[in-house]
C-alpha cells in the first residue's frame, strides 16, 4: 500500500487575525442608522406629542414649556432614553439582518454611527439642551450594545431560516 505524502505546495495559509473593519459591509450600517433615527423620532413625538399631550391635557392646558419641562424631568428622560435604546436597537437588527455575516458586529457598527449622528446634531443646535451627567453617561454606555443586541437578534433570526418581508 502506497501512501502520498501532502505537497508543500498543498499546505494551508498561515493564521492571521482580522482586522477591526475586517468583513465590515457600510451600506447595511448606515440602513440601520437612519432606521434608528427615524423610528426613534416616530417614537418619540409619538409619545411625547400624541399620549403625553393627551394625558395631560386630562389635567388641563397644554402648553409647549409644560411639554418641555415634562421632557427634561427625570420621566421624560428616562422615557426618552428607554425609546432611543429600541430604536437603536431595531436599526441594528435591521443592519445585521442586511449583512451578509458578522450581525452583531454590524449592529455595534450602527449604535457607534447613531453616537456620531447625535454629537453632529448637537452640536449643530444653536442653544444646546442641558441634560444631567447621568443621562448623557448613561446614553453614552447603551448606545453600542444596544446596536449589537439588535446584531445579535438579526443573527438568530437569520440562524432559525426565517425570511422577513422586504427587498
Same mark, same amino acid.
Given at each position: 500500500?502506497?501512501?502520498?505524502?501532502?505537497?508543500? =505546495?498543498? =499546505?494551508?495559509?498561515?493564521?492571521?487575525?482580522?482586522?477591526?473593519?475586517?468583513?465590515?459591509?457600510?451600506?447595511?450600517?448606515?440602513?440601520?442608522?437612519?432606521?434608528?433615527?427615524?423610528?426613534?423620532?416616530?417614537?418619540?413625538?409619538?409619545?411625547?406629542?400624541?399620549?403625553?399631550?393627551?394625558?395631560?391635557?386630562?389635567?388641563?392646558?397644554?402648553?409647549?414649556?409644560?411639554?418641555?419641562?415634562?421632557?427634561?424631568?427625570?420621566?421624560?428622560?428616562?422615557?426618552?432614553?428607554?425609546?432611543?435604546?429600541?430604536?437603536?436597537?431595531?436599526?441594528?437588527?435591521?443592519?445585521?439582518?442586511?449583512?451578509?455575516?458578522?450581525?452583531?458586529?454590524?449592529?455595534?457598527?450602527?449604535?457607534?454611527?447613531?453616537?456620531?449622528?447625535?454629537?453632529?446634531?448637537?452640536?449643530?443646535? =444653536?442653544?444646546?439642551?442641558?441634560?444631567?451627567?447621568?443621562?448623557?453617561?448613561? =446614553?453614552?454606555?447603551?448606545?453600542?450594545?444596544?446596536?449589537?443586541?439588535?446584531?445579535?437578534?438579526?443573527?438568530?433570526?437569520?440562524?432559525?431560516?426565517?425570511?422577513?418581508?422586504?427587498?
Amino acid at each position: 500500500m502506497r501512501v502520498e505524502q501532502p505537497s508543500r =505546495s498543498s =499546505s494551508p495559509p498561515p493564521i492571521e487575525p482580522a482586522g477591526f473593519f475586517t468583513g465590515i459591509e457600510i451600506r447595511p450600517i448606515i440602513l440601520g442608522v437612519v432606521v434608528d433615527y427615524i423610528a426613534t423620532y416616530v417614537a418619540i413625538y409619538a409619545y411625547f406629542f400624541v399620549y403625553l399631550a393627551r394625558e395631560l391635557s386630562k389635567q388641563g392646558e397644554v402648553t409647549p414649556e409644560l411639554l418641555a419641562e415634562y421632557m427634561l424631568s427625570t420621566e421624560g428622560l428616562l422615557v426618552g432614553l428607554v425609546i432611543g435604546t429600541l430604536g437603536t436597537a431595531l436599526g441594528g437588527f435591521v443592519a445585521g439582518y442586511k449583512a451578509s455575516k458578522l450581525e452583531t458586529k454590524h449592529g455595534a457598527f450602527v449604535g457607534a454611527g447613531s453616537l456620531v449622528v447625535s454629537f453632529v446634531e448637537q452640536a449643530m443646535q =444653536s442653544e444646546p439642551v442641558a441634560v444631567p451627567e447621568w443621562f448623557r453617561v448613561v =446614553s453614552l454606555l447603551i448606545i453600542i450594545p444596544a446596536g449589537a443586541l439588535g446584531g445579535y437578534l438579526a443573527s438568530a433570526v437569520k440562524g432559525m431560516g426565517l425570511r422577513l418581508p422586504g427587498p
